[in-house]
């Protein structure tokens, strides 16, 4: 039976990891802009243009 | 649909803007062509305005962090960002900009963030430029809180999800005898969870009940934190004397549910932003005669003199050193410039529309004077159901668990106690406080995707029992159909005509200086404004007008440019009603809604198939102040306004909402703005907002019900740990449901 009490604790582990990883991604500021990142993905593609003609 | 010249998105025809016979979908693209577009690679050869002088003292409290010697980060909110080329316009600004190192724009919060070198350039030229390109800044002054809140959501989310899974065992027949040890870890690690949950995200909810019983205002967050703290204290209870699991798990839901929708109603509106009011042109220091140099506001002391440039804001009450002009149609909503001699008394808020000023502090400001200048007004009620519901629903649930607690313990002392708890309970209106942020939350939404942004969920309410439509005429039933003929201008009468239009605020004054460009100004003498006739300056002993063709006595086009009485130039603005305002008018009337029209021009005869709708109710050369005080009082009322000498009217009425054409630098303080292009579809905004209005009504009704039912089941005792777990998250959840569904099926 004592099992199920490992399986629990890493099963819990687990679901802490990925709270953890949330916690830190938003203080990194991952969700303060999801617009963003999107179109800054275009940027380069406006410089290469820009430099290249 | 046309496409913007630069970005080739789909060009809003309500933020068009033409540039060189180019169309682009906002000012960020037009400058963005012009220096990327190798015509002009050096950028803007800058003649900065210097409005932004007073900024050259900000610290932390406005966003700026000192990062080491010559590394400082500035946080700004640039309410112009538009598109991806402001973006990338901005983000490449350190190429024009000597000393800017790196630009990071948050596109969802229009927030951008500027590492600089502050030994090549000031915070004063950074702000000038970005002024000059088209994103006037608006300094942050409260920071938002956005990251704990989703930090918040994911905590009760995890702390949700696994306080129902360990909860579920004992749903599914985990008994003591089955197995004593798991049973118990189960049921202390919900606990745990729940625990986590309150303290963390539901600590929003205890907080306000606390103010609100402090402060004596009956909100509805009062039963919500009785509500959690009995359903918190009877579940550790339960727990502790071995009798059940408690409803830990169901507290861990309610929060869950409780924060996300106070999470979505935030969320909904967050990319557009609203207020660019008095506060953001407000100084943060100002040069002080007296000491030589740039002062904060609070380090200000009686008797210091110090001076104002010209658009700049009196932050103070001060004595006037000189002759003066100055705008109080921020505060009063009179738009007539003052002439002030010295020694006359001028006020905060004031803003100096001649040549710089001297004057001298009358009373020092104190620390909370300035802040308070600085603190927009928070008039946002948190209440969606008004505060006497709250305070006969808090009441009687009072009154009812007392009650019971009473009767049963006389019938059973042993349970009294429990069952007088459980009414608390079930009756914690979680389910009704959720009806309206998520029905409302919904439909803003779906309403910004029909052209028209609440500022708040409450707006919509109001807008749904809107029963008198106050229209300003000027930009909002008229739109403009221009020809400018200003070809046979010197520059030089062209930087007087600019300086005249640059100081006032009329529609057509606007217009004119979009025409004129940007460009130097001149020193006027001599600057007069006569209402509903036209501008009148005098420079270098000439006398330039600008004015209607009647006021002039010419003929030709409407607005005339006039120099000692010789018509140097025409500006045909036409400004001819908008297409299908009957059908408009009509439509409104047949939801029961009342026509009022309010002009700041003189008057002039209305469209003949209109008369049924104003009869007797148009009002013309009416002040922004009068304007107002005709909407005061007004019940129902909603303004539908276009400009700055609108504000007034719009914070006086329930609702107000700005009809904007294009501009987005500068969205007056009101309740919602309405894309100009939309504005035919108001009858099926006003239709929409009503069906969700009585949709909100419904799913009150269901969430009563489920009270009643749950009081009902408490008072009898049959209230079982079941019946009380399924019963609390299926009320939240389906009610949420319904709403959200319906808010998109009534579409």
Same mark, same amino acid.
């Given at each position: 039976m004592n099992i199920i009490?490992?399986?629990?604790?890493?099963?819990?582990?687990?679901?802490?990891?990925?709270?953890?990883?949330?916690?830190?991604?938003?203080?990194?500021?991952?969700?303060?802009d999801v617009e963003g990142p999107a179109m800054r993905m275009l940027r380069d593609e406006q410089n290469k243009s820009t430099t290249n003609s | 649909m046309q496409k913007c010249q630069f970005c080739e998105q789909p060009i809003d025809a309500g933020f068009k803007i033409t540039r060189d016979g180019n169309d682009y979908c906002c000012t960020g693209c037009a400058t963005a062509d012009a220096m990327l577009g190798g015509s002009d690679q050096e950028g803007p050869s800058v003649k900065l305005i210097d409005r932004y002088s007073h900024l050259s003292l900000i610290d932390h409290?406005?966003?700026?962090?000192?990062?080491?010697?010559?590394?400082? +980060?500035?946080t700004i909110q640039l309410p112009g960002i538009h598109c991806t080329s402001c973006l990338i316009l901005l983000e490449r600004m350190g190429e024009w900009l000597p000393g800017v190192r790196d630009v990071r724009v948050a596109f969802?919060?229009?927030?951008?963030?500027?590492?600089?070198?502050? *030994?090549?350039?000031?915070?004063?030229?950074?702000? $000038?430029?970005?002024?000059?390109?088209?994103?006037?800044?608006?300094?942050?002054?409260? &920071? &938002? &809180?956005?990251?704990?809140?989703?930090?918040?959501?994911?905590?009760?989310?995890?702390?949700?999800?696994?306080?129902?899974?360990?909860?579920?065992?004992?749903?599914?027949?985990?008994?003591? *005898?089955?197995?004593?040890?798991?049973?118990? =870890?189960?049921?202390?690690?919900?606990a745990f969870f729940a625990t986590i949950s309150l303290m963390v995200a539901g600590k929003f909810y205890l907080i306000n009940a606390f103010k609100a019983v402090r402060y004596r205002q009956w909100s509805l967050d009062i039963p919500? $934190?009785?509500?959690?703290?009995?359903?918190?204290?009877?579940?550790?209870?339960?727990? =502790?004397?071995?009798?059940?699991?408690?409803?830990?798990d169901s507290l861990s839901g309610l929060i869950f549910f409780l924060i996300l929708g106070r999470f979505l109603q935030g969320r909904t509106y967050a990319a557009f932003s609203f207020e660019r009011t008095v506060d953001d042109f407000l100084p943060i220091s100002v040069f002080s005669l007296t000491r030589g140099e740039f002062v904060r506001l609070g380090d200000l002391k009686e008797? *210091?003199?110090?001076?104002?440039?010209?658009?700049?804001?009196?932050?103070?009450?001060?004595?006037?050193?000189?002759? $003066?002009?100055?705008?109080?149609?921020?505060?009063?909503? *009179?738009?007539?410039?003052?002439?002030?001699?010295?020694?006359?008394?001028?006020?905060?808020?004031?803003?100096?529309?001649?040549?710089?000023?001297?004057a001298k502090v009358l009373q020092a400001p104190t620390q909370s004077e300035v802040e308070g200048l600085w603190k927009s007004k928070d008039r946002e009620t948190t209440g969606w159901v008004s505060e006497s519901i709250t305070a006969t629903f808090t009441i009687s649930v009072l009154i009812i668990s007392f009650l019971a607690t009473f009767v049963w313990w006389f019938i059973n002392p042993d349970r009294a106690i429990e069952i007088g708890v459980s009414v608390l309970i079930i009756a914690c209106p979680c389910a009704l406080s959720l009806a309206a942020p998520f029905a409302y939350g919904t439909a803003s939404k779906l309403l910004s995707d029909m052209g028209l942004y609440m500022k708040s969920g409450l707006g919509i309410e109001k807008l749904a029992a809107a029963q008198r439509f106050f229209w300003d005429k000027t930009g909002t039933l008229t739109e403009r159909a221009s020809s400018v003929n200003i070809t046979e201008l010197s520059e030089s009468n062209k930087s007087v005509f600019r300086a005249m239009v640059g100081r006032s605020s009329h529609p057509v004054s606007r217009l004119l200086a979009q025409y004129l460009q940007e460009g130097p100004k001149a020193t006027l003498s001599r600057w007069e404004e006569h209402v509903g006739k036209g501008i009148e300056a005098e420079f270098e002993g000439q006398t330039f007008a600008l004015g209607s063709a009647q006021w002039l006595n010419t003929t030709g086009d409407q607005t005339v440019m006039a120099i000692e009485g010789h018509v140097v130039g025409g500006f045909g603005s036409e400004f001819s009603y908008r297409a299908n305002l009957t059908e408009l008018f009509q439509a409104i009337s047949d939801l029961g809604g009342e026509h009022?029209?309010?002009?700041?021009?003189?008057?002039?005869?209305?469209?003949?198939?209109?008369?049924?709708y104003f009869e007797g109710k148009s009002h013309f050369n009416?002040?922004?102040?009068?304007?107002?005080?005709?909407? +005061?009082?007004?019940?129902?009322?909603?303004?539908?306004?276009?400009?700055?000498?609108?504000?007034?009217?719009?914070?006086? $009425?329930?609702?107000?909402?700005?009809?904007?054409?294009?501009s987005m630098s500068y969205i007056p303080k009101s309740g919602g703005v309405l894309l100009a292009n939309q504005l035919l579809e108001l009858p099926a905004m006003i239709r929409y907002s009503r069906r969700v209005r009585s949709l909100v009504k419904w799913a009150y009704m269901l969430s009563l019900l489920y009270n009643l039912s749950g009081v009902a089941l408490a008072l009898f005792g049959a209230l079982s740990p079941v019946v009380a777990a399924i019963l609390m998250p299926l009320s939240s959840i389906s009610v949420v449901l319904f709403v959200v569904l319906g808010a998109r099926a009534l579409r």
């Open positions: 009490f490992l399986l629990l604790f890493f099963s819990l582990l687990i679901a802490v990891v990925f709270l953890g990883a949330f916690l830190w991604s938003n203080r990194d500021g991952q969700f303060e | 409290k406005e966003g700026l962090d000192k990062i080491n010697g010559n590394h400082w +980060q500035w969802s919060t229009k927030q951008a963030v500027v590492q600089f070198d502050p *030994e090549m350039i000031s915070v004063s030229r950074l702000a $000038a430029w970005l002024d000059f390109v088209g994103y006037p800044p608006s300094i942050i002054t409260q &920071k &938002k &809180k956005a990251t704990s809140e989703i930090a918040e959501l994911g905590i009760a989310g995890f702390a949700m999800g696994n306080a129902m899974m360990s909860a579920f065992p004992e749903y599914f027949g985990l008994s003591e *005898e089955a197995n004593f040890q798991l049973l118990y =870890f189960f049921r202390y690690s919900t919500i $934190a009785l509500g959690m703290l009995a359903l918190w204290g009877w579940s550790a209870h339960l727990l =502790f004397t071995g009798q059940s699991g408690g409803y830990f008797g *210091e003199e110090y001076q104002i440039p010209t658009e700049g804001i009196v932050p103070v009450k001060s004595t006037l050193m000189g002759k $003066a002009e100055l705008d109080y149609s921020f505060i009063t909503g *009179e738009s007539e410039l003052q002439q002030l001699d010295r020694d006359q008394t001028i006020f905060a808020g004031a803003r100096n529309a001649g040549s710089t000023l001297i009022v029209l309010i002009s700041g021009d003189h008057p002039r005869e209305l469209p003949r198939n209109w008369s049924k009416k002040s922004p102040q009068q304007k107002s005080s005709l909407v +005061q009082g007004q019940k129902n009322a909603v303004f539908l306004g276009d400009g700055l000498n609108d504000v007034q009217a719009m914070e006086s $009425a329930d609702l107000g909402i700005a009809v904007v054409e294009n």
